[in-house]
């Protein structure tokens, strides 16, 4: 089947799906594979469920003479074309976002400043791999003004592959760091893939939203058209701020050029996050969001995604960072929690995946510091942590810090959790 027959069929029933498990009435189930599933095999459960039509790309799993199942060569490929053909019929100015840390949250603050003045789409959740860029573009209607997507990577190339099937009309790389090496081969590796973004932008006069301060993205920018911000004082940058105070919550100030100086008070943890903030007021403006409508935007947005999030509970403030973890973001994290005025400070840490040669240093560095920075009571979750030297308390997994707390569960601490997602430690804070 052709991309417009497809498409076609697409704009009459304007709804997909890959999971046989969630058929909304009247939509398109796209028979996708995994390592150990084939989603061609429920096809006819799909239609069953309410589907109104199943994509396959095995001939055989295609009944004869029901019209129901379309036959394609490559289902996930034929997804990302249909999205991107479906992009390009709406023309829909759309702000790509990547970087090793800080990319869904920044993505979270753009569009919360972007939807002041616009119907803005955006990235759910940290849906921004393969599948779930296109199933974001695939959410685009005619009312929506503006999109924000959020695009992933772990290998060379990643960024290439999705920003071929988004077409952004403006980038923004939040920053360059130590994550994915065993995927990336090397730091300079994450450099290059995550400058695929700045690479589509050059060739297509898209512009580029940046931390000027930043010399590993200025490295690669030329020839881009350049919209800056940064630190106060940065060179260049046209949006500047400053941390005021992050005791626990970030409380900054930041201006437009030579306008007065802007204080925003947030809900979110860390001092590094003020780079994304400063990262949607810049785009904010750029799109002409007025400074009080971002000031009212940031100031309001309150994380609930296991990051930068502060919880206190009957017997603990927790300061939650459990969704992602590598290199990059721990140093960030663990110099904020250094930083912090608070009383009997803890932290439980799990191991940063996906490290590969390097896995061995990277998790001794992260116990180094922990030590450097005078940190006493230290819970280190899993294999990789275990290897390591050092005089903090060290668990195999979770399930063990489970029982830990179980036996004697800490008190009046206030507790610091970051860890890969892998390691399941958002399973901690209900039971501190």
Not at 152 to 174: N, R, Y
Not at 345 to 360: F, N, Q, T, W
Not at 380 to 395: A, D, I, N, P, S
Not at 403 to 419: D, M, N, S, V, Y
Request: glycine letters at 10%; a negative charge.
């Amino acid at each position: 089947m052709e991309i417009s027959e497809l498409y076609d069929v697409f704009r009459q029933h304007p709804v997909v799906t890959t999971d046989s498990r969630n058929c909304p009435e009247d939509s398109i189930f796209f028979a996708l594979k995994g390592a150990s599933f084939n989603g061609n095999a429920f096809a006819k459960k799909a239609l069953e469920q309410g589907c109104a039509y199943a994509v396959v790309d095995e001939k055989e799993y295609a009944e004869d003479g029901d019209s129901r199942y379309i036959l394609v060569d490559d289902c996930l490929k034929a997804m990302q074309r249909l999205a991107n053909y479906h992009r390009r019929q709406l023309g829909t100015r759309i702000i790509g976002i990547t970087g090793t840390n800080g990319k869904t949250t920044t993505k979270e603050l753009l569009a919360a400043v972007l939807s002041e003045r616009f119907n803005v789409l955006y990235t759910e959740g940290n849906l921004n791999n393969d599948i779930g860029v296109p199933k974001t573009l695939l959410r685009l209607t005619a009312e929506h003004e503006i999109a924000v997507v959020e695009m992933g990577a772990s290998h060379p190339g990643d960024i290439k592959t999705l920003v071929d099937i988004v077409e952004p009309d403006c980038g923004l790389i939040t920053n360059v760091g130590r994550a994915h090496l065993q995927g990336f081969g090397s730091f300079e590796g994450v450099i290059r893939t995550k400058g695929e973004l700045y690479d589509y932008l050059r060739a297509h006069h898209g512009k580029a939203f940046i931390n000027a301060g930043d010399t590993h993205l200025t490295a690669i920018a030329d020839g881009l058209e350049l919209i800056k911000y940064g630190l106060s004082g940065t060179e260049g940058a046209t949006v500047t701020g400053e941390v005021a105070v992050c005791d626990p919550y970030l409380n900054f100030r930041w201006r437009n050029g030579g306008n007065p100086w802007r204080n925003v008070p947030t809900h979110i943890i860390g001092s590094y996050n003020m780079m994304n903030m400063l990262a949607a007021a810049c785009a904010g403006l750029y799109f002409g969001v007025t400074e009080e409508q971002i000031d009212h935007a940031l100031s309001s947005y309150v994380p609930r995604n296991n990051r930068s999030e502060l919880e206190v509970t009957a017997h603990n403030r927790l300061i939650i960072d459990a969704y992602n973890a590598n290199p990059t973001s721990m140093k960030a994290a663990i110099d904020n929690f250094r930083d912090m005025r608070a009383d009997n400070k803890m932290a439980i840490l799990g191991d940063m995946g996906e490290l590969g040669a390097v896995s061995d240093d990277e998790h001794q560095r992260v116990a180094d510091m922990l030590t450097e920075a005078g940190f006493t009571n230290v819970w280190l979750v899993g294999k990789e942590f275990g290897k390591t030297k050092c005089g903090f308390r060290k668990f195999n997994d979770v399930e063990e810090v489970k029982r830990a707390i179980e036996a004697c569960r800490p008190e009046g601490c206030c507790i610091l959790i970051k860890g890969s997602n892998s390691m399941k430690l958002f399973q901690l804070p209900p039971l501190l």
